[in-house]
């Protein structure tokens, strides 16, 4: 029996074991994928949005607005880059520019500050690559860019530094109330728990319409993306946006906090939750409606494409507090974009509620974050040598595309929620982010792997189950004979 059961190890999911773990609770995530952050929260835009597009009097306006006022101090104490980069929302012709004043007016309605539409010679000394079309622009200076699954590992691990346990390859397959408590029968057997807290994404409503007297409907919506290589000089410095539709905010064009471009996404309705192909079709559209915004663009200097899923609740807003008719069952669903944004407020939000509700003691102490050293890739030449002379293995770099080293690699494995196959190695320390997607660097992080977890080389994959990389020795190929 355990006290409470959190499902989910998105960023939310994450955000929200952490400011439980601030209680006197046994708790426990249980997630479906093999690591932290895979599902929604490794493949979206990475951007700490102000909250102009957000509805007034929603949920989602108001913990856009209330999460990301905590990003730069959040991102500080936790280690996670973030840049205060601002945003500018395009109009390419008059009609355009009433959906800007719209905008303007919901954000100030919201709480945003700064706002103010701008000219088309301001516009253009701002950002000197923006198409001639753009007439005005909505200027947004607090919108930000972080890394979304760097924020989740660094939320996981300050919640298991303060006790949380994290269990992978978990699916919560059912779910029912006992009499006094929760019993889930996951794909690894059943367990048991005094309270539930589903965050459990693109699956949320699935688990809710099991337990609640009303239903939730969540569309799959996949977006689409291109990630381009690190320029010489970023073509903007701000994230360029387009006019929103009733899909969403648009296809935009943005730096990452990491120095490459990103371009995207799509918006496509899917019946099924885990379909993140890659399409030509929405790659094309992309590279189209980016035009818009950047005539010059090009894509021959893209390092890969991805896709990821966002959960769209029918009724458009967040839904989060307790599951209706339902005891002791608390919910975060239908967190689509602005998600990331809000994740720190619906983990606080959740936190005081179940608190409330339970009356929970807060633990007498509450330890801090283990601190994050600076990457080996931005430190100066003396903080490098300084570094080497510490531990000889900061001076092995094992990724050459993005400067990473054979000592990062393990620190990365040995974090309090660590890597444990090559995609986790690669969204922890960027090794094999680069330009050649990890052709020279894999092969030594998977020895690293198997030296750091105990296992043999054939049992490291390269991320979900069964996505083995080796399938067995030149010895065993050869019948034992020694080759």
């Not at 002791?328 to 669903?333: D, N, S, T, V």
């Not at 595309?401 to 494995?413: H, S």
Request: hydrophobic share 40%; aromatic share 4%; net charge negative.
């Amino acid at each position: 029996m355990t006290d409470l059961i959190i499902i989910g190890a998105g960023v939310v999911g994450c955000a929200v074991a952490r400011e439980m773990s601030r209680y006197n609770l046994e708790i426990r995530v249980l997630e479906r994928g093999h690591d932290v952050a895979e599902g929604a929260s490794k493949a979206n835009s990475g951007i700490v949005h102000a909250g102009y597009d957000a509805v007034p009097g929603t949920l989602k306006a108001k913990l856009n607005v209330e999460g990301a006022k905590m990003y730069p101090e959040m991102c500080r104490e936790l280690g996670v880059p973030y840049r205060k980069n601002g945003a500018l929302v395009l109009a390419f012709s008059e009609d355009d520019r009433g959906t800007l004043q719209k905008l303007l007016q919901q954000g100030i309605d919201n709480g945003v500050e700064e706002l103010r539409i701008i000219e088309k010679e301001e516009l253009r000394s701002l950002e000197p690559n923006v198409s001639e079309d753009a007439v005005c622009a909505l200027l947004v200076p607090t919108s930000g860019i972080t890394s979304p699954y760097e924020m989740a590992f660094a939320l996981a691990d300050h919640a298991a530094v303060n006790g949380v346990a994290f269990e992978m390859n978990t699916k919560v397959e059912h779910m029912a109330w006992d009499g006094d408590h929760w019993v889930l029968e996951t794909n690894r057997g059943r367990t048991e728990a005094r309270m539930v807290i589903n965050c459990a994404g693109f699956d949320s409503a699935r688990l809710h319409d099991e337990i609640s007297s009303r239903k939730l409907h969540i569309t799959h919506r996949r977006g689409q993306y291109y990630i381009l290589d690190h320029p010489d000089v970023l073509p903007f410095d701000r994230t360029m946006f387009q006019c929103p539709t009733r899909m969403g905010k648009g296809i935009l064009v943005a730096p990452t906090v990491h120095g490459n471009v990103l371009l995207g996404p799509t918006a496509e309705d899917l019946d099924d939750g885990l379909d993140t192909e890659t399409t030509q079709e929405g790659l094309d559209a992309i590279l189209k409606a980016c035009r818009l915004t950047w005539p010059k663009v090009s894509v021959r200097t893209a390092v890969t494409n991805f896709s990821g899923i966002r959960a769209h609740e029918a009724g458009g807003d967040f839904v989060i507090g307790p599951v209706e008719g339902a005891g002791k069952a608390w919910e975060a669903a239908g967190l689509e974009s602005p998600g990331l944004s809000a994740a720190p407020a619906v983990g606080k939000m959740l936190a005081e509620m179940v608190a409330a509700s339970e009356h929970l003691e807060k633990k007498a102490e509450f330890r801090a974050p283990i601190p994050r050293p600076r990457p080996f890739n931005e430190m100066t030449r003396e903080e490098q040598k300084a570094a080497i002379e510490k531990d000889p293995k900061m001076g092995v770099v094992i990724c050459r595309c993005e400067v990473v080293t054979e000592a990062e690699i393990r620190a990365a494995i040995r974090r309090p929620v660590g890597a444990t196959s090559v995609d986790g190695v690669k969204r922890r320390t960027r090794a094999g982010m680069g330009r050649c997607q990890g052709g020279f660097c894999s092969p030594r992080v998977v020895e690293i792997l198997s030296e750091e977890l105990g296992k043999p080389m054939t049992e490291i994959q390269k991320g979900s189950e069964g996505s083995w990389l080796l399938c067995g020795t030149i010895s065993e190929a050869m019948g034992g004979q020694e080759a």
